[in-house]
């Protein structure tokens, strides 16, 4: 079975610009979370989904947002990137709201 | 302000030997603790969970101890070995719908 899938790999846009990223759970799970990690920090939580609908956000400004598909994938959106955006960007997927979530490899996204 | 408190930042301990370490927190209303391992390159995974009615629970070497009068847990490896060398994440969730990470710790066994 395949893990949770996150695209792309690795980004780099210039300040300004807008980023999507795209996650694909585990075959199965309901729930997705997003998180920002900065290099040699832990994970902030940004938000979570499920069953199509928010049902969490961190402390995050409005230029971040998330949508959940009918099929469960996500997307998570970024308007305005500044150079403090730069990070690793984690999406976990749960069968449940409430179940073990399971990360995917990260989107390196880069703001110069 | 920071939830959850992780030390040490880094911590070398030679093969065979245990590796500790601690989480604090701050909001009583976190009602399930985490500990993640992740390697560079890939994303964090579940190591061991508890909850706060349990003092302690054990994995195969790893153990989790917590003790909910001082909002402290702890993670340790017994007969650490160079596998292990990882970053080390605690986190707290409250209702599943907030999740907060620690800063990590940094292990590296040496063989």
């Known amino acids: 079975d395949a893990g949770v899938t996150q695209s792309p790999t690795h980004l780099i846009k210039t300040r300004g610009q807008h980023v999507t990223l795209r996650c694909s759970p585990i075959?199965?799970?309901?729930?997705v979370s997003w998180y920002q990690q900065v290099l040699g920090q832990g994970p902030q939580f940004i938000f979570q989904?499920?069953?199509?609908?928010?049902?969490g956000r961190g402390n995050f400004p409005d230029r971040f947002s998330a949508r959940q598909f009918p099929n469960y994938s996500s997307e998570l959106n970024v308007n305005a990137l500044l150079l403090g955006d730069s990070a690793l960007y984690l999406c976990?997927?749960?069968?449940?709201?409430?179940?073990?979530?399971?990360f995917g490899p990260g989107t390196r996204l880069t703001v110069l | 302000q920071q939830q959850v408190k992780q030390s040490p930042q880094s911590l070398i301990v030679q093969k065979g030997g245990i590796s500790i370490i601690n989480c604090a927190y701050e909001n009583t209303a976190f009602d399930y603790f985490p500990w993640y391992q992740q390697f560079p390159g890939k994303g964090p995974a579940l190591l061991i969970a508890i909850r706060p009615d349990v003092s302690e629970k054990k994995e195969g070497r790893f153990t989790i101890s917590f003790n909910k009068s001082a909002k402290q847990f702890s993670l340790h490896i017994m007969d650490s070995q160079p596998g292990d060398s990882a970053t080390y994440f605690c986190a707290a969730y409250r209702n599943f719908n907030k999740f907060y990470f620690g800063s990590g710790t940094k292990l590296n066994v040496k063989p």
């Open positions: 976990a997927s749960s069968y449940g709201q409430g179940d073990e979530q399971f």
């Open positions: 989904y499920y069953e199509k609908e928010e049902r």
């Open positions: 075959s199965g799970h309901k729930s």
